[in-house]
């Protein structure tokens, strides 16, 4: 059974940087792909960055691209997200999500998801 942990949420001025974390227990393969997803206040969850588990291959959504990366350590089990130049429409809570397999679509389709951590980014 994959747990999937997030943390590193909290406040952030506009145009600051913050790291989130995702702890991965039960990833037993390397044929995983690591997403992150945020959903603002009235929004729908959208795709923000993803991560494949073995080779690191990775793809954004047009919104970050430039200023969030997306990384993993394997021996760690960890998956970041960096932040950076955040803007204030970006408070939202950021949830980490896995699936098998090595599709880096921004679709939804992810089996487990963590309960998510909330970033605030003040006007």
């Known amino acids: 059974q994959v747990q999937l942990v997030e943390s590193g949420g909290g406040l952030v001025q506009t145009g600051g940087s913050l790291r989130l974390f995702c702890v991965a227990s039960?990833?037993?393969?390397?044929?995983?792909?690591m997403g992150w997803f945020r959903q603002a206040p009235g929004k729908e969850r959208e795709f923000v960055a993803a991560?494949?588990?073995?080779?690191?291959?990775?793809n954004y959504a047009d919104s970050v691209k430039g200023r969030f990366i997306i990384s993993r350590d394997n021996a760690k089990k960890t998956v970041y997200l960096q932040m950076n130049s955040l803007e204030a429409e970006e408070l939202a809570v950021y949830f980490c999500a896995a699936r098998t397999g090595c599709g880096l679509g921004p679709d939804m389709n992810y089996k487990y998801w963590g309960p998510g951590t909330q970033v605030t980014v003040p006007s």
């Open positions: 991560v494949t588990w073995n080779l690191g291959n990775t």
């Open positions: 039960g990833v037993t393969s390397s044929t995983y792909v």
